[in-house]
């Protein structure tokens, strides 16, 4: 019974992470021709020139000079 009850929480749980994860991920394309696949939209400081994105991956924060993107789109989930 213990058993039963785990399982099913924990294949709620990935449920939803799955759904939640799979909102809007980007790819930021960069002029050396990388791709960078995003949680996320990234966020434009027009102060800085820097691009700020979660990086998909590794699930870290990060940045990238605004002139080593060469575009940006959202990704069909």
Known sequence: MRTKLLMT???TAAA???VAGCSSNQ???TTDG???VTDGKP??????G???YKNAETG???Q???DQVKNMSELDN
Do not use: P, Y
Request: net charge positive; aromatic share 8%.
């Open 60 to 62: 870290k924060t990060e």
């Open 50 to 52: 820097l691009v700020s």
């Open 9 to 11: 929480s924990l294949f």
């Open 43 to 48: 966020k434009v400081d027009d102060d800085t």
């Open 27 to 29: 790819a930021v394309r």
């Open 64 to 66: 990238i000079n605004r």
């Open 34 to 36: 990388k791709t960078i």
């Open 16 to 18: 939803l992470f799955t």
